[in-house]
């Protein structure tokens, strides 16, 4: 069982704002499955290869990861490149601590993190440049 949903909701409006100025983290861009709103959300995501994998603190049932799968796509702003990001999957912790090992750190255990998400690169745009997809 991730964290609660409520601390999510929290830190949407409180951290999420600050986060998306200060240049340190990944950006998420997707669309909201109900408002066809697009959304900004400031997280950390690992390149394993031709894919990205995150880490879902908050579970699969969090806003971004439903509309990442309601959608089916989004782009992750990264190093200075745009990302697009296409067949997102929910993958088991096995499988993803044998993607990120040597990667990323494991959560602290309290928190309970089981979920995680994976998507595929479709292409990246450096510089107003696109970039042929990979893979």
Known sequence: M????????????????????????????????????????PLDA????DTYVFILVYGSRSD????????????????????????????PYDEAWSLLDGIAKRPPGFLRVDEFLQMDIASRKTAGRERLPTG
């Open 2 to 41: 991730p964290m609660p949903l409520f601390w999510g909701k929290i830190n949407k409006r409180v951290f999420n704002p600050r986060a998306l100025t200060n240049g340190r983290w990944k950006i998420l861009n997707h669309v909201g499955r109900s408002s066809g709103r697009l959304y900004r959300t």
């Open 46 to 49: 690992y390149q394993v290869d």
């Open 64 to 91: 971004w990861v439903q509309n990442i799968m309601a959608e089916g796509t989004a782009n992750l702003e990264a190093h200075g490149e745009m990302v697009d990001l296409v067949s997102p999957r929910l993958i």
